[in-house]
Every structure is written in C-alpha cells, then in structure tokens.
T-cell receptor
C-alpha cells in the first residue's frame, strides 16, 4: 500500500514570487508520481508526472517537480506564480509495473495555493 | 477530442434513495476509475473497471457498486443514501496501451448532495 503526505494544507504567496508545494510518499514498491491541479468546481488536470529517468520533470504552466528517492519526496515548484495559479494541488502515486495493470491512484490531502495580488 | 464526460453535473437526493452516476471515457480508453472527494477525507478510490470487469476496489461499503459496458462507458450506483455520501464523484479514464505510466484523465465530476 502507498500513502502520500502533503505537508502544507494552505500556501499563500504573492504574485510573481516563487512557490514550492511539498509532497512526501511512502511505499514498499516502486511508484509513479503525479501532480494534479483542481480549479473550483472542476475535475483534476495533470500538471506533470515522473515515471523514470531524469529526476527533474517539467510540466504545464511553468511548473516543475523533482523526484528524490532517498527522501521519498516529489516537491512541486514554480519560479514565478500568477493569479491564475490559485487552485488546489494534489500529489498522487501509483504502483509501478503493477502487472495486472491497475491504474489506482493514491492522493494526498491537497494544498490550496492562494496567489495574492 | 472529447474529454471524460460525467452526467449529471449536480444531483440532490434524499436519504434512503439510490442514485446512478454515469461516465463516458475518452474514446479508445478502456480503463475507468471512480473516486469520491470530500473535504474531510479528500480523494478516495472507489473502484476501477477494465473491459467490463472490476479490477480493483477501494474500502467502501457494498452500497457502492459499479459496472462497465462494452463501449467502456461506466456507471456507479449508490443505494440507501446517507448524508455522508454527499461528495464530488470523479471519474477517470486511462488508455491501456501496455506501456507504463499511462496517465488518468478526469471528468468534471458529479456533485451529489444528500438531504
């Protein structure tokens, strides 16, 4: 079984400032890692994913994340946020090479990012 | 290319009733998963279907059930509704190609309110 911890439930940040949203996971098997964004009254949109290879992954809207296996972390960063980045962000894991091919995702509790003008 | 379509978007039901939610995956996607999202519990996995077979199930009571049709469309049913079933129900579809790490695409959800 896997678990995901998002260390901050709310993060306020001024417009054009950098931001980091933290995510730690626990798993006894190899996992794939994802960050999703949810705008009010909407579903989830994938920002980026880590499957293998380079530990720094770039996603949409200028976001990037770094996979750190030793620290079991997958923190999301953006060098300069915009008002439109105000949303809730979810970190998720999925068992890698699950054989039967289950696509079950385990999510963190989410981090609400508020960009202050 | 059409995304994942969930209907209806909003529902209000009374305790004790039952409800059926529908999900049409992206064309060609054969895996459909359902999640419940509440402020207290966050996003929790309900079940996953692939080729009309339930492949995985989360820790929910038997009142929650689902099925998948031959065209990959899926429905979930909740019987004997309780106030605690009020939530946003999200459906996700995935393209099963045999390659690793295929992402899940989410619909906009069905907001169920039980009164």
């Amino acid at each position: 079984a896997q678990s995901v911890t998002q260390l901050d439930s709310q993060v306020p940040v001024f417009e054009e400032a950098p931001v980091e949203l933290r995510c730690n996971y626990s798993s006894s098997v190899s996992v794939y890692l994802f960050w999703y964004v949810q705008y009010p009254n909407q579903g989830l949109q994938l920002l980026l994913k880590y499957l293998s290879g380079s530990t720094l992954v770039k996603g949409i809207n200028g976001f990037e994340a770094e996979f750190n296996k030793s620290q079991t972390s997958f923190h999301l960063r953006k060098p300069s946020v915009h008002i439109s980045d105000t949303a809730e962000y979810f970190c998720a894991v999925r068992e890698a090479d699950s054989g039967a091919g289950s696509y079950q995702l385990t999510f963190g509790k989410g981090t609400k990012l508020s960009v202050i003008p | 290319k059409a995304g994942v379509t969930q209907t209806p978007r909003y529902l209000i039901k009374t305790r004790g009733q039952q409800v059926t939610l529908s999900c049409s995956p992206i064309s060609g996607h054969r895996s459909v998963s359902w999640y419940q999202q509440t402020p207290g519990q966050g996003l929790q996995f309900l079940f996953e279907y692939f080729s009309e077979t339930q492949r995985n199930k989360g820790n929910f009571p038997g009142r929650f059930s689902g099925r998948q049709f031959s065209n990959s469309r899926s429905e979930m049913n909740v019987s004997t509704l309780e106030l605690g079933d009020s939530a946003l129900y999200l459906c996700a579809s995935s393209l099963v190609t045999g390659s690793k790490g295929t992402e899940a695409f989410f619909g906009q959800g069905t907001r169920l309110t039980v009164v």
